[in-house]
């Protein structure tokens, strides 16, 4: 149980253009879904907490209309990265948190993650 | 302000036993999780504490205490499989989870 999945998983894309990362909790409802970056030999960076039906509140520091965020069910969330450039190569990593007020539900169980690489 | 520490990086023999220490300043505490990441991989759940005392899974075990804002995951039998890093991650009042900068462990042979 708690498998979280995204989609792509790698991807090449020329400057300029947009790339959509999809996450989805396969096996629960998430009512929390949360957005990282990791660049390479670098810690997680948390980027943005996204609930299902309303606005994601974003890290200080991180672009809300360059990295876009909807989190449309409870089992799906997106994260679009608009006119991606080579700064933005990364390691997007989305977890999904499942309903409970605390304890062992709270786990953020980890998608595998997606490689950007912006040329 | 909220801070976890955790050593950057440790080395062990493969079949010893290691010791990752974790120790924590949040606002409010629901819980502490450590997780393991291999290099270009996403971190998988390793375990929760959320009382004190040890909690044992396999040849994984956690431990924690709350008064100390101490953790520590301990590795029995090491494998070279075991060579990853190890986050430590604290659940505040908010149900937000701050990390830890996470301890790269090496495994000889």
């Known amino acids: 149980g708690a498998v979280v999945s995204q989609h792509p998983s790698w991807v090449i894309c020329k400057s300029g253009t947009s790339v959509k990362i999809e996450c989805r909790s396969l096996?629960?409802?998430?009512?929390?879904m949360f957005w990282y970056r990791q660049f390479p030999k670098q810690s997680l960076m948390l980027m943005a907490t996204?609930?299902?039906?309303?606005?994601?509140?974003?890290e200080q520091g991180v672009e809300k209309d360059k990295f876009l965020i909807n989190h449309a069910s409870l089992t799906l969330s997106t994260l679009t990265v608009t006119s991606a450039h080579p700064e933005d190569s990364s390691f997007y990593i989305c977890?999904?948190?499942?309903?409970?007020?605390?304890?062992?539900?709270?786990?953020?169980?980890f998608g595998p993650g997606t490689r950007l690489l912006v040329l | 302000g909220q801070n976890i520490d955790q050593p950057t990086e440790m080395t062990a023999t493969e079949g010893a036993i290691v010791q990752i220490n974790c120790t924590y300043q949040?606002?409010?505490?629901?819980?502490l999780f450590w997780y393991q990441q291999h290099a270009g991989e996403a971190p998988t759940f390793l375990s929760y504490?959320?009382l004190d005392g040890l909690e044992e899974k396999g040849r994984f075990s956690s431990f924690l205490s709350r008064s100390k804002g101490y953790s520590y995951l301990l590795l029995k039998e090491l494998q070279m499989k075991d060579s990853a890093s190890y986050l430590c991650?604290?659940?505040?009042?908010?149900?937000?989870?701050?990390w830890g900068a996470g301890t790269k462990l090496i495994i000889k042979p």
């Open positions: 977890s999904a948190r499942a309903l409970g007020t605390g304890g062992p539900q709270e786990t953020q169980y």
């Open positions: 096996d629960f409802q998430a009512t929390t």
């Open positions: 991650a604290v659940m505040d009042s908010n149900y937000q989870l701050i």
């Open positions: 949040t606002s409010g505490f629901n819980g």
């Open positions: 504490n959320v």
């Open positions: 996204s609930n299902e039906g309303s606005k994601a509140t974003y």
